[in-house]
C-alpha cells in the first residue's frame, strides 16, 4: 500500500538557519507528492507540490524535488524565520481523492 | 464562508454518548473529505463526498462512524457509542473540483478534538 516516512521532530532552528525535512515514501503507480504545513491554531494548508518525477516545487522560499531512483521528496529552505514555525506534513497521492500523510515534523524557529 | 468550518473545535464526551461534528466547506466547494489524525500521525481517510453522494466511506473504521452531506454543503460526521479509541482530531476538507485530491488542493478546516473519557 502507499505510505508515508518524515523525520522526526521535534526540529529547533535558530533564524537564518538552513532546514531540510527528510521525506522517503512508498507507493504503487506514480504518486503526486505534497508538502503541507499547519500554523498555530489553522488548518492544514498546501506549501508546494510536484506531480512527476524530478519536478521541483518551490513556494515561500520552500523547495522540494520529486525524486523517483530514492523515492524522496525532501523538503528545504536556506533561511528560516520565526514565521515558519509549524508542524509539516509529507503527503502523496496515487488516485483521485485520497491522500496519504506521514505523521508530521513540529518545527520551532527561535529569533 | 472565506474558509472551511468545523464546530465544535473541542468536544468532550462519555465514553457511549454519541457525538456529531460538523463541517461548512468553502462556498461552490463540490467535494468534502473527511480526516481523522490520531495524536502524533498524520491524517487518515475516512469518507470522500461529491455533492450530496458519499463516493467512498472505505476509511470508516467500523459501523458506529457515519456521514452524510445532504443539500451538498454542510456535512455531519456522527460517531455512536463512542469508545476512548476514538480520541482524535477530525479534520474537513474541500475542493472545488470533484476529486482533487490528487492535485492536494484541498482545503483543510481547523478540526474538531475529540476527547473521549
Known amino acids: 500500500g502507499n505510505s508515508v516516512t518524515q523525520m522526526e521532530g521535534p526540529v529547533t532552528l535558530s533564524e537564518e538557519a538552513f532546514l531540510t525535512i527528510n521525506c522517503t515514501y512508498t507507493?504503487?503507480?506514480?504518486?503526486?507528492l505534497f508538502w503541507y504545513v499547519q500554523y498555530p491554531g489553522e488548518g492544514l494548508q498546501l506549501l508546494l507540490k510536484?506531480?512527476?518525477?524530478?519536478d521541483k516545487g518551490s513556494n515561500k522560499g520552500f523547495e522540494a524535488t520529486y525524486r523517483k531512483e530514492t523515492t524522496s521528496f525532501h523538503l528545504e529552505k536556506g533561511s528560516v524565520q520565526v514565521s515558519d514555525s509549524a508542524v509539516y506534513f509529507c503527503?502523496?497521492?496515487?488516485?483521485?481523492?485520497?491522500?496519504?500523510f506521514g505523521a508530521g515534523t513540529t518545527v520551532t524557529v527561535r529569533a | 464562508g472565506a474558509g472551511v468550518s468545523q464546530s465544535p473545535r473541542y468536544k468532550v464526551t462519555k465514553r457511549g454518548q454519541d457525538v456529531a461534528l460538523r463541517c461548512d466547506p468553502i462556498?461552490?466547494?463540490?467535494?468534502l473529505y473527511w480526516y481523522r489524525q490520531a495524536l502524533g500521525q498524520g491524517p487518515e481517510f475516512l469518507t470522500y463526498?461529491?455533492?450530496?453522494?458519499?463516493?467512498?466511506k472505505s476509511g470508516l473504521p467500523n459501523d458506529r462512524f457515519s456521514a452524510e452531506r445532504p443539500e451538498g454543503s454542510i456535512s455531519t460526521l456522527t460517531i455512536q457509542r463512542t469508545e476512548q479509541r476514538d480520541s482524535a482530531m477530525y479534520r474537513c476538507?474541500?475542493?472545488?473540483?470533484?476529486?482533487?485530491?490528487?492535485?492536494?488542493?484541498?482545503?483543510f478546516g481547523e478540526g474538531s478534538r475529540l476527547t473521549v473519557l
Open positions: 476538507a474541500s475542493s472545488l473540483s470533484a476529486g482533487q485530491g490528487n492535485t492536494g488542493e484541498l482545503f
Open positions: 507507493a504503487t503507480g506514480y504518486p503526486s
Open positions: 510536484a506531480t512527476k518525477a524530478d
Open positions: 503527503a502523496l497521492g496515487t488516485n483521485d481523492y485520497k491522500l496519504s
Open positions: 462556498s461552490g466547494h463540490v467535494s
Open positions: 463526498f461529491n455533492y450530496e453522494a458519499q463516493q467512498d
